[in-house]
């Protein structure tokens, strides 16, 4: 492992993003700022490799049990929480980077550390050495 140093933690506010490569010709990683918490994953959707961390940040639907003609609450949430993959709609945890759609697929992350006013991710670089 090794931190790479991405930028300043108040670069990116609350709710806000930012895309970084560091290393060329390579896909990159996303940082988000979820309510002051710094969570990073790679740009590389695991479906079909689409640019993740591009796709819109929001929240999903969720009923306490199946919608019927007598109960059909859909209640919104997690709000701020979700990204969905820009090419298929797929939807990932940002914190956790598991798929919402399919249980057995989950987006690499990686720890975000916030030294001083930087902000560290901490980084395989055999990860990006494989990639293509
Ligand atoms: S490439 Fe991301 S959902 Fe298909």
Request: hydrophobic fraction near 35%.
């Amino acid at each position: 492992m090794s931190g790479i140093v991405v930028g300043r933690a108040d670069e990116i506010p609350a709710g806000g993003r930012k895309i970084v490569v560091p290393f060329r010709g390579r896909a990159g990683i996303g940082i988000f700022n979820i309510g002051g918490r710094f969570y990073a994953l790679r740009n590389i959707c695991p479906h079909k490799r689409g640019p993740l961390c591009t796709g819109e940040v929001a929240g999903r639907g969720a009923a306490q049990s199946p919608p019927s003609v007598s109960d059909s609450q859909i209640d919104y949430e997690r709000d701020g929480q979700i990204l969905r993959c820009p090419w298929h709609a797929w939807q990932f945890d940002i914190a956790s980077g598991q798929c919402l759609v399919d249980p057995t697929v989950r987006v690499k992350t990686y720890p975000v550390l916030v030294d001083g006013d930087d902000l560290v991710v901490d980084v395989d670089v055999s990860d990006f050495s494989r990639e293509r």
